[in-house]
Each structure stands twice: as C-alpha cells, then as structure tokens.
C-alpha cells in the first residue's frame, strides 16, 4: 500500500437527529486533526438529512444529498430518530434508503475492551460481520411491500429470506477480515432448527472456508455463541452471521466491552463505506453537552481506514491509526463522559482526544 494517494479526500457529512449535532462534528475535529497531521486535507460536503431536511425539503433523505452521495466513497452518517418523523417520513428509515441504494451489505462491528472503561469482558475483541440486507428485518427483503403483514388483525407474519449471493459475499469479507486479524472466523446460526435459511447460510459460509485454508474455522448456534461471549469471549475473533443475530450479538458484545457508547460500526460494500456509530439517537440528552462521541469518531476512523485500503492509500491507514489510538489514550487517562462514569463533557472529552492526536 501507497504511503500517500491523493492530498485531499472528500468525505460526505450527514449530520441527523438528536445528538447527531453534537457527536458528528466531534468526529470531524478528531479526524481533521488526525488528517492535518498526516499532511492531508478533508473536504467535508456537508448534505441535507433527517428531521432538517424534512423541515427543508420535505424529505429526509432528499435527492440532492442522493446524487452527492452517489459521487462519494465515503461518508458519516450520525444517528436518526426516525419515529418521530410525521408521517409518511416515518415509514421508512433514513438508513434503510441509503443502505438499500448503495447495496451497503456489510455490517462491521467490532467490540473490544479499553484500558480506563469498566468492561463486564476484560479480554473481549471480536469483530461481528452482519449481513446487512437480508433476514427478517422488514425493510430488507421484499422487491415491495414490507415484509411484515397481517392478514388478519389477529394474525401477524414475516418473511425472513436468505441467499446463496449475500451469505457468500459477507463470508468473504469475514475471512478476509480474519486474514487480517488473528486468522479465526466463528459461523454463527440457528440450523438445528432454521434448517432451510440459516442452514443456507451455514452451508455457503462453509464453502467459501474452504479458499481460507490458514483461516481457523468453527461455528456456534447463535444462543450458545451468546453464552460463551458472557463466559469466554477472548476465544473468538471474527464472528459472522445473518442480519438479525448480528444486531443482537454486536449489542450484547458492545456492552460487555463497556458501553454502547464505545461501540463503532461500519456499513459497506466493496467500493462504498458509511460510517454509523451503533447506538441511537438519544434525543433525551440531546443539546446538553452528555454525549458520548467515542463510537462516532471510532467509526468514523473504521471508515477511512477502510476506505484508505480500498484506494491504497496509506496516508488515510495512518490517519484512522491516529484517531483510535487517541481516543484508547484518552480513555485510558480516566477523561471520559458521564456515561462510562467520568465527569468530562462532550466538548471537553472531543478536545482531550484533539490534544492526544
């Protein structure tokens, strides 16, 4: 990998609802920091979304930020409250048309440990690889309609779907991931008794093992694999599974690595990445300077990193090397926000992080 491509990168900025406008433009102080260090300039675009764009143009994701995007590799997205939206805004979700646009398929989540945070797992870092536009989320898998229906108003049913395309796609990304971490991929599924889907699932990521030969392979039903997080989670590394038991999974490693607060995530395909801290809105501390900004900027560092690989450009590599080991340093000098027990304010913990870098 190149140790520079170009000396300005253009990053989409889609700042969202609730503390949206507080955490995102930590994560772009954080990062500019980092970039300015590396001798790289960051050209923010910054792009109607959420509730502002529907007051705006009547839309939360309107097509002049579409066609913006469409022109980007990489973006930040920060959280939405989509259930306050009037209707029909809040039938279907910002992210939800975006993913879907861009066939955003991997959902990256990782969860470790850091020195200075309380963690119920002191030993815990895995990275949960989801598949992203599949399962029985509603929003995933009908050409249309939702998959959720009723056909009679005591009656309600979901159509969950998997496929050969997708469950092969996120398995090669996860071994991939594996490749670069300790070489250990864990399937995770429900095929004793979802023989058909998960059991698809299981099947296809087994054949796509088989071109990982250095790669350790083992797989888990999904509730024992959620037993043996609590129990022993230092023996996984790369864990991946279908749509719903990612979201489950990735929660419940995000707290025991401490709090959803430190918990990053990415959405990405092989050419696009959004980075989308995993935690929502939380529109009940929003505008009083709590927030917690950790998993917006880690996030944001996942996706420059990946988007730095992706363009070989090792001068963005270096940047997200920055940005994480400034937020694990600040951290580990006890300035944290009130939510992992410390006193410090969003801007303040921001500006720590700033200084570190």
């Known amino acids: 990998m190149g140790r520079r491509g170009a000396l300005m990168t253009r990053i989409g900025v889609l700042t969202g609802d609730g ?23 960051v050209e923010w675009v910054d792009l109607p979304f959420g509730r502002t764009a529907i007051d705006s143009h009547d839309n939360p994701v309107p097509d002049e930020t579409l066609c913006a995007l469409d ?9 939405h409250d989509s259930a306050s939206y009037p209707a029909p805004h809040s039938q279907r979700t910002p992210g939800a048309v975006i993913r879907t646009r861009y066939e955003l398929f991997a959902n990256l989540r990782p969860a470790r440990a850091f020195r200075g945070v309380r963690a119920t797992a002191r030993d815990i870092d895995v990275l949960i690889v989801r598949e992203n536009t599949e399962g029985l989320y509603a929003d995933r898998n009908m050409f249309a309609g939702s998959g959720e229906f009723m056909p009679t108003p005591d009656v309600a049913l979901a159509v969950g779907m998997i496929t050969r395309k997708a469950s092969e796609r996120i398995a090669r990304m996860a071994f ?21 889907t998960t059991g698809l ?20 039903h999904v509730d024992a694999m959620a037993a043996h997080l609590v129990r022993r989670p230092s023996d996984f590394d790369v864990i991946v599974t279908e749509n719903l038991f990612g979201d489950i999974l990735s929660d419940l490693a995000g707290e025991l690595a401490g709090s959803l607060g430190l918990a990053a995530s990415v959405n990405c395909s092989d050419t696009k990445v959004m980075a989308q801290a995993t935690h929502g809105a939380a529109p009940d501390i ?3 300077g709590l927030a ?9 560092a996942m996706a420059v990193r990946r988007h730095g690989v992706a363009s070989s450009d090792g001068g963005l590599v270096a940047v997200a090397g920055r940005m994480e080991a400034a937020v694990a340093d600040t ?14 304010r969003t801007r303040e913990f921001t500006e720590a992080v700033v200084e570190r870098v």
């Open 19 to 41: 503390i949206g406008p507080e955490i995102v433009p930590a994560a772009i102080a954080v990062a500019d920091a980092a970039a300015g260090a590396e001798g790289i300039g």
């Open 71 to 79: 022109e980007l590799d990489v973006w930040v997205m920060g959280p």
């Open 176 to 196: 991939e991931a594996a490749c670069e971490r300790s070489s250990h991929v864990t399937i995770v599924h429900k095929a004793n008794v979802l023989r058909l």
């Open 201 to 220: 699932f299981r099947d296809v990521c087994r054949e796509v093992a088989a071109d990982f030969p250095d790669v350790v392979v083992d797989e888990q």
């Open 286 to 288: 929003a505008g009083r």
């Open 292 to 300: 917690n900004p950790v998993a917006m900027i880690l996030s944001t």
């Open 331 to 344: 951290l580990a000098q006890s300035t944290a926000t009130a939510d992992l027990g410390g006193t410090a």
